[in-house]
């Protein structure tokens, strides 16, 4: 489908922005890894939310969830 096709390509141009924003701000490759392939779920399921430029919206994105994942690392590792 034209779809899929079109998923598969945004996938391909930004799933490399993506991981390196995560990689940067977490410093982990697995969590790296995942925050990457749910960013691309998401974005699949609900294209319309790409606001603007999509590198941009991308990039803020990738930050917001990375920064979020560390905070909660953070607190998950301070309450053990």
Request: aromatic residues 4%; proline residues 2%.
């Amino acid at each position: 489908s034209r779809d899929g096709d079109a998923i598969g390509e945004f996938a391909r141009r930004y799933a490399a922005l993506i991981y390196s924003v995560s990689l940067r701000i977490t410093n982990d490759e697995r969590q790296s890894e995942a925050l990457t392939l749910q960013l691309l779920k998401d974005i699949a399921a609900a294209p319309q939310k790409v606001r603007g430029e999509p590198a941009v919206w991308i990039h803020e994105q990738s930050t917001r969830r990375a920064i979020a994942a560390t905070v909660a690392g953070e607190k998950a590792a301070r309450s053990d």
